[in-house]
């Protein structure tokens, strides 16, 4: 299971800080991923972290301004959200890859086995 929090309401230039919060399963064996979706839009991944969180990958879209950290004793992974603009509004997912290698890091929604119910980002401009 995955729940995911700490959405809302931000002004263009603002910041924010999702977490997602695993259990059930053993979430250090786990890549784990943040992903997005706009309305009339397909999911589109945002970042990622490897199993140990040594790791990262991010859109070219976000680079720079996002930053995705594990804790792996407490199961939460977080997305820092920094410099947000209007374009960045979505609902955003986290999801784990229970079955990825060790220094692998999937940015495809396929490669995903479990899912967390997303959180609404909006950002105003």
């Known amino acids: 299971q995955l729940q995911a929090s700490g959405g809302g309401l931000v002004q263009a230039g603002g910041s924010l800080r999702l977490s997602c919060a695993a259990s059930?399963?053993?979430?250090?064996?786990?890549?784990m991923g943040w992903f997005r979706q706009a309305p009339g839009k397909e999911r589109e991944f945002v970042a990622a972290t490897s199993r140990s969180g040594g790791s990262t990958r991010y859109a070219e879209s976000v680079k720079g301004r996002f930053t995705v950290s594990r804790d792996n004793a407490k199961k939460v992974v977080s997305l820092q959200m920094d410099n947000l603009k209007p374009e960045d509004t979505a609902v955003y997912f986290c999801?784990?890859?229970?079955?990825?290698?060790?220094?692998?890091?999937?940015?495809?929604?396929?490669?995903?086995?479990?899912w967390g119910q997303g959180t609404q980002v909006t950002v105003s401009s």
């Open positions: 059930g399963w053993s979430f250090s064996r786990a890549a």
């Open positions: 999801a784990a890859d229970v079955n990825a290698i060790l220094s692998n890091i999937p940015v495809t929604t396929r490669e995903y086995d479990y």
